[in-house]
């Protein structure tokens, strides 16, 4: 592999890592299955471009598929898995479908805070009112961002 690519494979595989919260070992494998040029990898493939163990390939591999974040096909004559991404269109629905989720359940905890301020303790709620209001702002328009994005994809499918 080229060293841009190792280096590439590396800053994605760190954002999935913590996007994800996926071990180490299989957000590479998930930034390589991203950045592929072929049809699938196999599990040597796989092997060979991480360089890890196979148990821990294999245990990476088997977490992916388990989160549905990759899935297997296989060939006619051919006994291997060839591993790749999930299908594009539901991944990218999901991912947004996913942050519309995180947003909304932040939204709520976020005004039964406020609620508890504004009957417990008035004098708090009051300060920091003006604070509190730019970012239920904000959380709102990312909801209704998120949401409109979601309707948009859904009528590309």
């Not at 957000?27 to 991203?34: K, S, V």
């Not at 599990?43 to 977490?63: I, M, P, Q």
């Not at 549905?68 to 594009?88: A, M, N, V």
């Not at 509190?132 to 998120?146: A, D, G, P």
Request: glycine share 2%; proline share 3%; aromatic share 10%.
């Amino acid at each position: 592999m080229e060293k841009s690519k190792e280096e590439l494979i590396e800053t994605l595989g760190l954002h999935l890592e913590v996007e994800n919260n996926l071990p180490p070992l299989a957000a590479r494998i998930y930034a390589i299955l991203i950045l592929t040029n072929e049809d699938g990898l196999t599990f040597d493939d796989c092997l060979e471009k991480r360089g890890a163990s196979k148990s821990s390939v294999s245990t990476s591999l088997n977490l992916l598929l388990k989160m549905e974040i990759i899935s297997y096909f296989t060939k006619p004559g051919d006994r291997r898995r060839y591993f790749t991404l999930t299908e594009r269109k539901a991944f990218f629905l999901s991912k947004l479908e996913e942050s519309l989720k995180r947003i909304e359940k932040e939204k709520q905890i976020f005004e039964l805070v406020q609620n508890y301020f504004k009957v417990n303790n008035p004098k708090k709620y009051e300060e920091s009112k003006a604070k509190t209001s730019v970012y239920l702002n904000y959380i709102t328009k990312h909801e209704s961002l998120l949401k409109e994005h979601v309707k948009e994809y859904q009528e590309h499918l």
